[in-house]
């Protein structure tokens, strides 16, 4: 989108159907839509507000609309965009090379990257009244670039691999000079020029550096992380950065002097041009923009936009039950609150405010508590289930991950940020006992809807132990002497999963970077690698049949599920799952208490049923819904799948139970029922068939259970 100096009329590039619209701000209406050329994606209005310009990134040319007639005026040629499509949790992204326009709205300037010979890289010069180029020849891998307010000179950025900015000369349309950035390039790096255009901060690796214009030398690395964009205040003293923790930094000091905020990174930013504001929207995690101060050290986080629908539960994205079956509560990830749900009616009982970016849930065994980890806070948040109340209890920014002790005393929750560590809290006294343990480097490992480093917790409580992805290690936790008792490296490469078997004597641990799995003792300081196998590609998730005989691990890229022999140790066969419209990936499996069925919930919106004996998929469902989670409950016999896409919410898919009077198997219960038990009478009870009919439980087969399978007349 592109708005006019007069904030009365805006352009907006509609990609998908090649065209532009023409929007009446004040009115709020579209009032008529172009023809331009093929997938517009970058626009820009003129600071004279006489010419549109549209970047038609598909077949390479720039349009010039007359923003009066709204009619095509003009078109450039052989303007070659760079595209970057992201891929996020809840979205797509595109962005596309921006176009930019002198303050006298005379020129286009446009960093061109893609040329057939790499050594011609250019920046082009644009007339915008007769409509012929200039082009300047610069360094590799051009991508952004900043217009000195006088207008007389550009500061240029250059993409990986490049390592150096370069300056030009806008009046005369030449090169004045490229100058090494002295850090790790980046794609697409931001830049931004002071009000006096004596400086330019630009992007790099995690960071950010000042470039002094006049004389070349180049800041050390200011520490921002990496921006998604940079905004010069109205003033020209400050810039603001679009990165995780909202920067302000002083083109004097060379410095940061506020940080704004703690959320996650944005995918565009923007500032004002008349007042200290700048702003940040989401578009692949969240629905709402971002509102920051960039006054300098003054500066602070003013509010949060919503840019969707009021929050109702947006982006169901992880669920918990109790453990009586009577309660699910969902986290939803957009709208950041937990919807809690009465099983027995499916209804919704409240909805509960939560942090930013809310992820994993977990539920205390005594069904009281739930707590939920908010990722980009520093606080994690326990509802009462009781009387629906939340408590935020700080537990440092980026928890990734949350289990509970037997004794619903303990949730345990590994943060992945300002040093990798895992806090202990009480949910008695909803507060932090003891210190962080600190652990192997955990972080973002991909998957489906941003996954994080994992953890686990033995059946007993005793142990804990998390994933050190980036470190390729496992902490091994005592709970009772909160301490790291053992950090044992693992063969496999980016572990990121990991589970006890039944009687926690071993811990199966999923490397996802070269497809195989680890075996681990559980034996405190002592555990070690005790084996590996491969499976298949990019495993995760697993479960284990109750006698620990077979796991079964899923492989995310090559659609299946590995069923592994645990006591020989390799794969013994390969479930693999149907790739319907294309998907197929496996997002959760689970096993049922009796060891039966396998369950795995996938993409493309499939629920299947596995036979753990013969290993074949017996029944599918798909429910519509993409799922991001698989939580099996067996005293419901019901599978809770969370979908946060389209119409996104909870899937509750119920199997049908067995109906134990149903005794001649017709799918009713009746007289011929009745026939079985009493020409059973008498029968010997400590036989297997012939106890299943003691419904009395006396003992006996007799006329007692007649009479309970008469009081079940009637449909199963």
Same mark, same amino acid.
């Given at each position: 989108?592109?708005?006019?100096?007069?904030?009365?009329?805006?352009?907006?590039?509609?990609?998908?159907?090649?065209?532009?619209?023409?929007?009446?701000?004040?009115?709020?209406?579209?009032?008529?839509?172009?023809?331009?050329?093929?997938?517009?994606?970058?626009?820009?209005?003129?600071?004279?507000?006489?010419?549109?310009?549209?970047?038609?990134?598909?077949?390479?040319?720039?349009?010039?609309?007359?923003?009066?007639?709204?009619?095509?005026?003009?078109?450039?040629?052989?303007?070659?965009?760079?595209?970057?499509?992201?891929?996020?949790?809840?979205?797509?992204?595109?962005?596309?090379?921006?176009?930019?326009?002198?303050?006298?709205?005379?020129?286009? @300037?446009?960093?061109?990257?893609?040329?057939?010979?790499?050594?011609?890289?250019?920046?082009?010069?644009?007339?915008?009244?007769?409509?012929?180029?200039?082009?300047?020849?610069?360094?590799?891998?051009?991508?952004?670039?900043?217009?000195?307010?006088?207008?007389?000179?550009?500061?240029?950025?250059?993409?990986?691999?490049?390592?150096?900015?370069?300056?030009?000369?806008?009046?005369?349309?030449?090169?004045?000079?490229?100058?090494?950035?002295?850090?790790?390039?980046?794609?697409?790096?931001?830049?931004? @020029?002071?009000?006096?255009?004596?400086?330019?901060?630009?992007?790099?690796?995690?960071?950010?550096?000042?470039?002094?214009?006049?004389?070349?030398?180049?800041?050390?690395? @200011?520490?921002?992380?990496?921006?998604?964009?940079?905004?010069?205040?109205?003033?020209?003293?400050?810039?603001?950065?679009?990165?995780?923790?909202?920067?302000?930094?002083?083109?004097?000091?060379?410095?940061?002097?506020?940080?704004?905020?703690?959320?996650?990174?944005?995918?565009?930013?923007?500032?004002?041009?008349?007042?200290?504001?700048?702003?940040?929207?989401?578009?692949?995690?969240?629905?709402?923009?971002?509102?920051?101060?960039?006054?300098?050290?003054?500066?602070?986080?003013?509010?949060?936009?919503?840019?969707?629908?009021?929050?109702?539960?947006?982006?169901?994205?992880?669920?918990?039950?109790?453990?009586?079956?009577?309660?699910?509560?969902?986290?939803?990830?957009?709208?950041?609150?937990?919807?809690?749900?009465?099983?027995?009616?499916?209804?919704?009982?409240?909805?509960?405010?939560?942090?930013?970016?809310?992820?994993?849930?977990?539920?205390?065994?005594?069904?009281?508590?739930?707590?939920?980890?908010?990722?980009?806070?520093?606080?994690?948040?326990?509802?009462?289930?009781?009387?629906?109340?939340?408590?935020?209890?700080?537990?440092?920014?980026?928890?990734?991950?949350?289990?509970?002790?037997?004794?619903?005393?303990?949730?345990?929750?590994?943060?992945?940020?300002?040093?990798?560590?895992?806090?202990?809290?009480?949910?008695?006294?909803?507060?932090?006992?003891?210190?962080?343990?600190?652990?192997?480097?955990?972080?973002?490992?991909?998957?489906?809807?941003?996954?994080?480093?994992?953890?686990?917790?033995?059946?007993?409580?005793?142990?804990?132990?998390?994933?050190?992805?980036?470190?390729?290690? @496992?902490?091994?936790?005592?709970?009772?002497?909160?301490?790291?008792?053992?950090?044992?490296?693992?063969?496999?490469?980016?572990?990121?999963?990991?589970?006890?078997?039944?009687?926690?004597?071993?811990?199966?641990?999923?490397?996802?970077?070269?497809?195989?799995?680890?075996?681990?003792?559980?034996?405190?300081?002592?555990?070690?690698?005790?084996?590996?196998?491969?499976?298949?590609?990019?495993?995760?998730?697993?479960?284990?049949?109750?006698?620990?005989?077979?796991?079964?691990?899923?492989?995310?890229?090559?659609?299946?599920?590995?069923?592994?022999?645990?006591?020989?140790?390799?794969?013994?066969?390969?479930?693999?799952?149907?790739?319907?419209?294309?998907?197929?990936?496996?997002?959760?499996?689970?096993?049922?208490?009796?060891?039966?069925?396998?369950?795995?919930?996938?993409?493309?919106?499939?629920?299947?049923?596995?036979?753990?004996?013969?290993?074949?998929?017996?029944?599918?469902?798909?429910?519509?819904?993409?799922?991001?989670?698989?939580?099996?409950?067996?005293?419901?016999?019901?599978?809770?799948?969370?979908?946060?896409?389209?119409?996104?919410?909870?899937?509750?898919?119920?199997?049908?139970?067995?109906?134990?009077?149903?005794?001649?198997?017709?799918?009713?219960?009746?007289?011929?029922?009745?026939?079985?038990?009493?020409?059973?009478?008498?029968?010997?009870?400590?036989?297997?068939?012939?106890?299943?009919?003691?419904?009395?439980?006396?003992?006996?087969?007799?006329?007692?259970?007649?009479?309970?399978?008469?009081?079940?007349?009637?449909?199963?």
């Amino acid at each position: 989108v592109a708005i006019r100096t007069d904030r009365n009329k805006a352009i907006t590039a509609n990609l998908f159907e090649d065209t532009i619209s023409f929007i009446d701000l004040v009115n709020g209406v579209e009032t008529g839509t172009l023809a331009v050329g093929a997938q517009p994606g970058s626009v820009a209005i003129t600071p004279d507000g006489t010419k549109g310009l549209v970047g038609n990134t598909a077949d390479s040319t720039i349009s010039i609309i007359d923003m009066g007639t709204e009619q095509i005026i003009g078109t450039l040629f052989d303007a070659s965009f760079w595209q970057t499509t992201s891929f996020g949790a809840w979205g797509i992204s595109y962005k596309f090379t921006p176009l930019y326009i002198t303050p006298d709205s005379s020129t286009l @300037i446009f960093p061109d990257r893609f040329n057939d010979d790499p050594a011609l890289d250019h920046v082009a010069f644009y007339d915008l009244t007769n409509f012929t180029g200039n082009f300047v020849t610069t360094d590799g891998e051009p991508s952004l670039l900043a217009i000195s307010p006088d207008g007389t000179r550009a500061v240029v950025t250059h993409s990986f691999p490049e390592t150096i900015v370069s300056v030009l000369d806008v009046t005369n349309q030449s090169l004045i000079a490229n100058y090494p950035t002295q850090g790790n390039a980046t794609s697409n790096p931001p830049v931004a @020029i002071n009000g006096d255009g004596t400086k330019a901060l630009f992007g790099i690796q995690n960071a950010t550096k000042i470039l002094n214009i006049a004389n070349g030398t180049v800041s050390p690395n @200011i520490n921002t992380l990496t921006a998604a964009g940079l905004a010069t205040t109205f003033d020209g003293l400050y810039c603001a950065a679009g990165n995780y923790i909202g920067s302000i930094i002083s083109f004097d000091s060379e410095s940061i002097v506020a940080n704004t905020m703690s959320t996650t990174f944005p995918d565009f930013f923007a500032g004002s041009p008349t007042n200290h504001r700048a702003a940040a929207v989401h578009t692949l995690r969240n629905e709402f923009m971002e509102v920051i101060n960039t006054n300098g050290a003054n500066g602070f986080f003013e509010e949060k936009v919503p840019t969707g629908p009021a929050p109702e539960g947006d982006r169901a994205r992880n669920v918990a039950i109790t453990p009586d079956g009577q309660t699910a509560v969902v986290v939803n990830n957009n709208s950041q609150n937990a919807t809690v749900i009465d099983l027995n009616t499916n209804t919704i009982v409240d909805v509960i405010p939560l942090g930013v970016r809310p992820g994993p849930i977990a539920i205390t065994p005594d069904g009281t508590k739930a707590v939920v980890v908010n990722i980009d806070e520093t606080f994690s948040t326990v509802i009462d289930l009781g009387t629906l109340t939340a408590t935020n209890v700080t537990t440092g920014y980026r928890a990734g991950w949350v289990t509970i002790s037997p004794d619903s005393t303990y949730a345990y929750i590994p943060v992945i940020a300002s040093g990798d560590g895992v806090w202990r809290l009480n949910l008695n006294t909803l507060s932090i006992e003891g210190p962080k343990i600190a652990t192997g480097n955990m972080g973002g490992i991909g998957f489906a809807f941003d996954q994080l480093s994992g953890a686990a917790l033995s059946h007993d409580g005793a142990t804990l132990v998390t994933c050190g992805s980036f470190t390729n290690d @496992i902490s091994i936790i005592d709970t009772a002497a909160w301490t790291e008792v053992a950090r044992v490296p693992v063969p496999g490469l980016f572990p990121v999963r990991a589970i006890f078997s039944p009687d926690d004597s071993l811990i199966y641990v999923t490397n996802r970077n070269d497809d195989s799995l680890t075996v681990i003792s559980n034996d405190g300081a002592n555990s070690q690698v005790v084996g590996s196998t491969p499976v298949g590609d990019f495993p995760w998730q697993m479960d284990i049949l109750p006698d620990g005989s077979r796991l079964f691990v899923a492989n995310y890229l090559e659609k299946s599920v590995s069923v592994v022999d645990t006591q020989n140790l390799g794969v013994i066969w390969t479930i693999l799952i149907p790739e319907t419209n294309n998907a197929g990936n496996p997002i959760g499996i689970a096993v049922n208490d009796t060891g039966e069925h396998l369950y795995i919930a996938a993409n493309g919106a499939d629920f299947h049923v596995v036979e753990t004996d013969a290993f074949n998929i017996i029944d599918t469902i798909n429910t519509g819904l993409a799922p991001s989670q698989l939580v099996w409950s067996d005293l419901n016999n019901t599978a809770y799948i969370p979908g946060p896409l389209g119409d996104d919410g909870l899937n509750i898919i119920r199997l049908q139970l067995p109906c134990p009077f149903d005794l001649d198997g017709n799918g009713a219960v009746g007289p011929g029922d009745v026939g079985v038990v009493k020409n059973s009478f008498g029968c010997d009870i400590n036989q297997p068939e012939c106890a299943e009919l003691d419904f009395d439980n006396n003992g006996a087969v007799g006329p007692g259970d007649v009479g309970a399978v008469k009081n079940e007349f009637g449909p199963c």
